[in-house]
């Protein structure tokens, strides 16, 4: 395989990622959490998707976070509270975390514990990119506005 078809390959598989993550064109979608180690394809295939860049600090409420997180960027909870902010009602989080070997690796009990004490509720997991697995995050039925 030559270096182009390698390339293709992996904007191939990037995108399947993004596109697990359930987005549509059009959405407004919050990212949180960026720093340089996040995966950039799957940056741009999630913007290609909602045909918009993400943003950082929101005018409205937005229907989607991207939530980055690491071990050492603290509590889950707490970024999980925080990522709520400026989310919709019928919005979620996608919380991204470095998969297990990868630096920041966090345990699942401890997503699963933050995900309940920020009273929250884990509803899917996707394999998005190589290095990174994402949470779907909503607010518990009974809860949204």
């Known amino acids: 395989m030559d270096k182009a078809e390698s390339n293709d390959r992996t904007s191939t598989d990037a ?21 340089e180690d996040v995966d950039d394809a799957l940056r741009d295939d999630i913007m290609d998707i909602i045909d918009a ?44 975390t470095p998969k297990v070997g990868r630096p920041g690796f966090i345990d699942p009990a401890s997503i699963a514990e933050g995900v309940t004490v920020a009273g929250l509720s884990l509803t899917s997991t996707a394999n998005c990119a190589d290095d990174w697995q994402a949470t779907r995050v909503v607010r518990p039925k009974g809860a949204r506005r």
């Open 15 to 35: 995108l399947a990622g993004a596109d697990l993550l359930g987005l549509a064109l059009g959405q407004v979608v919050q990212e949180l959490g960026w720093d």
């Open 53 to 96: 860049e993400m943003i950082e600090e929101p005018l409205e409420a937005v229907d989607v976070v991207v939530l980055w997180w690491r071990d050492e960027d603290g509590d889950v909870a707490d970024g999980l509270v925080d990522a709520m902010t400026d989310l919709s009602g019928n919005g979620w989080i996608w919380l991204l």
